[in-house]
T-cell receptor
Framework: AQSVTQLDSHVSVSEGTPVLLRCNYS??????LFWYVQHPNKGLQLLLK??????LVKGINGFEAEFKKSETSFHLTKPSAHMSDAAEYFC???????????????FGTGTSLTVIP | DSGVTQTPKHLITATGQRVTLRCSPR?????VYWYQQSLDQGLQFLIQ???????AKGNILERFSAQQFPDLHSELNLSSLELGDSALYFC?????????????FGDGTRLSIL
């Protein structure tokens, strides 16, 4: 069963318009959730994390995400896209069950964001 | 800059050869993770070490091995290389490996098998 589902493999927005990257997760335990960004030929950079504190999490570069337990979602948003936001974005779930059975961090398949000038 | 250093950045070798990838974690981090990223498989967790001991194993082939040394740097050894091993190999580190701690990634080693 999928642990993390990124609902869109590609998202295209115009510069200055809002960004929405969708992520749904499955976890029977209290999960920690993360969003990472990967620019071409670079490593993954942490954007933000949710670890059972405030459900609305603010990250770097104007991104934020809201943890909705009832919907098992952790969508990433930004009010106004910038050209430099074009990259691959990964949603990640981590929980104790996964940590005890090996693969602690479970990555989604990624969403490629294109920003049109 | 994540503070995680990986060397070399690029590696080109031939089938059947053996290579070693090196990772220095962020200062103070005890846990090191290795990942493989390829176009067809996406990001695959390989193995985790914590303070010198293997903690978790993922989709790591028997031809691959890793270790973490007393100074906490880690090495990933890939042997009997095949064309399909061509990929980006990432190292990440975290403080103690707890589930609520983010992992910090290096820039990766791009391995090309000819």
């Amino acid at each position: 069963a999928q642990s993390v589902t990124q609902l869109d493999s590609h998202v295209s927005v115009s510069e200055g318009t809002p960004v929405l990257l969708r992520c749904n997760y499955s976890s029977s335990y209290s999960p920690s959730l993360f969003w990472y960004v990967q620019h071409p030929n670079k490593g993954l950079q942490l954007l933000l994390k949710y670890t059972s504190a405030a459900t609305l999490v603010k990250g770097i570069n104007g991104f934020e995400a809201e943890f909705k337990k009832s919907e098992t979602s952790f969508h990433l948003t930004k009010p106004s896209a910038h050209m430099s936001d074009a990259a691959e974005y990964f949603c990640v779930v981590s929980d104790m069950k996964r940590a005890n059975t090996g693969n602690q961090f479970y990555f989604g398949t990624g969403t490629s964001l294109t920003v049109i000038p | 800059d994540s503070g995680v250093t990986q060397t070399p950045k690029h590696l080109i070798t031939a089938t059947g050869q053996r290579v070693t990838l090196r990772c220095s974690p962020r200062s103070g981090d005890l846990s090191v993770y290795w990942y493989q990223q390829s176009l067809d498989q996406g990001l695959q967790f390989l193995i985790q070490y914590y303070n010198g001991e293997e903690r978790a194993k993922g989709n790591i082939l028997e031809r691959f091995s890793a270790q973490q040394f007393p100074d906490l740097h880690s090495e990933l050894n890939l042997s009997s290389l095949e064309l399909g091993d061509s990929a980006l190999y990432f190292c990440a580190s975290s403080g103690t490996g707890q589930i609520n701690q983010p992992q910090h990634f290096g820039d990766g080693t791009r391995l090309s098998i000819l």
